[in-house]
Antibody, heavy 119, light 107 residues
Framework: EVQLVQSGAEVKKPGELLKISCKGS????????IGWVRQMPGKGLEWMGV????????RYSPSFQGQVTISVDKSISTAYLQWNSLKASDSAMYYC????????????WGQGTLVTVSS | DIQMTQSPSTLSASVGDRVTITCRAS??????LAWYQQKPGKAPKLLIY???SLESGVPSRFSASGSGTEFSLTISSLQPDDFATYYC?????????FGQGTKVEIK
C-alpha cells in the first residue's frame, strides 16, 4: 500500500528555521516525483514545487522560488520542505504528494502538516 | 506560469441534482488535467486524471471531459457524500497549477 506519512504539527516563532518531512513507503521512492502543496487557512491549493528523488532534480513554482527549499534523502525515502526564516504568512497546512508515472498527475497525498507561525 | 480559472466558486445544489464545474487554462494543456475532491480537514482525493480518466474506485456518477483549454467535471446525481470542494489541476508543466476551487453546498 502506497503511503506518504508527514511529520507532525509545528508551532514556531517568526524568524525561526523549520524543516518538515514526508516519508514514502509501499512503492519505489526514487521513481516518482514528490511535490509540496500549500493550503492557507480557508483557501485553495497552491503548488510549491517538486523533486525527483533519484537525482534530486528540483523545480519550484515561481511564487515559492527562494522562499523555501525542497530536498530529499533517498536512503530513507524521505522528502523535506524547509524554511530558513519563517514569517507569520507561512502559517498553513502543507501537503506532500506523489506524482504518478502514468501522466504525472498527483495520485497519492500525505495527511498534511499544519505549520503555525506566531510570536 | 499557466493560470487555471475555475467556476463557479460556490454551487448550491440538492441531492439528486446534476452539477457541472468548469475549468479554463490560460494556454493549451492538452489533456493534462486532473480533478480532486477535498473535504474539511482532509487531504484532497483524486477523482479524474488525463482530463477524462476515472480513478479506480471513484463512483461512475463522476465524469469529466475537455482538452486544450476548456474542461468540465460533472456529477450526474449528487449524493450526500459529494458535498465538498473540488479543484482542477493542470500538470502540463512542473508548476502544476490548481484552480481556485468550487465548493458544492447543500441547497
Amino acid at each position: 500500500e502506497v503511503q506518504l506519512v508527514q511529520s507532525g504539527a509545528e508551532v514556531k516563532k517568526p524568524g525561526e528555521l523549520l524543516k518538515i518531512s514526508c516519508k514514502g513507503s509501499g512503492y519505489t521512492f526514487t521513481s516518482h516525483w514528490i511535490g509540496w502543496v500549500r493550503q492557507m487557512p480557508g483557501k485553495g491549493l497552491e503548488w510549491m514545487g517538486v523533486i525527483y528523488p533519484d537525482d534530486s532534480d528540483t523545480r519550484y513554482s515561481p511564487s515559492f522560488q527562494g522562499q523555501v527549499t525542497i530536498s530529499v534523502d533517498k536512503s530513507i525515502s524521505t522528502a523535506y520542505l524547509q524554511w530558513n526564516s519563517l514569517k507569520a504568512s507561512d502559517s498553513a497546512m502543507y501537503y506532500c504528494a506523489r506524482r504518478s508515472r502514468n501522466g504525472y498527475h498527483i495520485d497519492y497525498w500525505g495527511q498534511g502538516t499544519l505549520v503555525t507561525v506566531s510570536s | 506560469d499557466i493560470q487555471m480559472t475555475q467556476s463557479p466558486s460556490t454551487l448550491s445544489a440538492s441531492v439528486g441534482d446534476r452539477v457541472t464545474i468548469t475549468c479554463r487554462a490560460s494556454q493549451s494543456i492538452s489533456s493534462w488535467l486532473a480533478w480532486y475532491q477535498q473535504k474539511p480537514g482532509k487531504a484532497p482525493k483524486l477523482l479524474i486524471y488525463k482530463a477524462s480518466s476515472l480513478e479506480s474506485g471513484v463512483p461512475s456518477r463522476f465524469s469529466a471531459s475537455g482538452s486544450g483549454t476548456e474542461f468540465s467535471l460533472t456529477i450526474s446525481s449528487l449524493q450526500p457524500d459529494d458535498f465538498a470542494t473540488y479543484y482542477c489541476h493542470q500538470y502540463n508543466s512542473y508548476s502544476g497549477t490548481f484552480g481556485q476551487g468550487t465548493k458544492v453546498e447543500i441547497k
